[in-house]
Nanobody, 124 residues
Framework: HVQLVESGGDSVQAGGSLRLSCTTS????????IGWFRQAPGKEREGVAT???????TYVDSVRGRFTVSEDNEQNTVYLQMDSLQAEDTAAYYC???????????????????WGQGTQVTVS
């Protein structure tokens, strides 16, 4: 049994911060690459960051230095802390999981097998 549930999306002003949560089953947390993606209206899903089974984290250049991935092993949860938010960050944010030989932010969304329902982030 595998599942992912995102939470934490909200509306914030430019320059503000949010922390998103991706709570997973134990199977996913211990064995799967976890990716954060976002999708703005009219745009394709874009990879944001990844968290590998060994704790290795990667980011795309557009969020590096502003977004930070962390984890809570006890709660099987991966967090995405988003600081200095910009209007361009407005999107539905998703977490996803897959067993991948390479777990980096550039991996396309089609390679991920399990998805949460998404949480909306709006920056004004």
């Amino acid at each position: 049994h595998v599942q992912l549930v995102e939470s934490g999306g909200d509306s914030v002003q430019a320059g503000g911060s949010l922390r998103l949560s991706c709570t997973t089953s134990g199977v996913i947390y211990s064995s799967y690459c976890i990716g954060w993606f976002r999708q703005a209206p009219g745009k394709e899903r874009e990879g944001v960051a990844t968290h590998d089974v060994d704790g290795t984290i990667t980011y795309v250049d557009s969020v590096r230095g502003r977004f930070t991935v962390s984890e809570d092993n006890e709660q099987n949860t991966v967090y995405l802390q988003m600081d200095s938010l910009q209007a361009e960050d407005t999107a539905a944010y998703y977490c996803a999981a897959a067993r991948l030989p390479l777990c980096i932010a550039g991996v396309p969304d089609r390679d991920f097998d399990y998805w949460g329902q998404g949480t909306q982030v709006t920056v004004s």
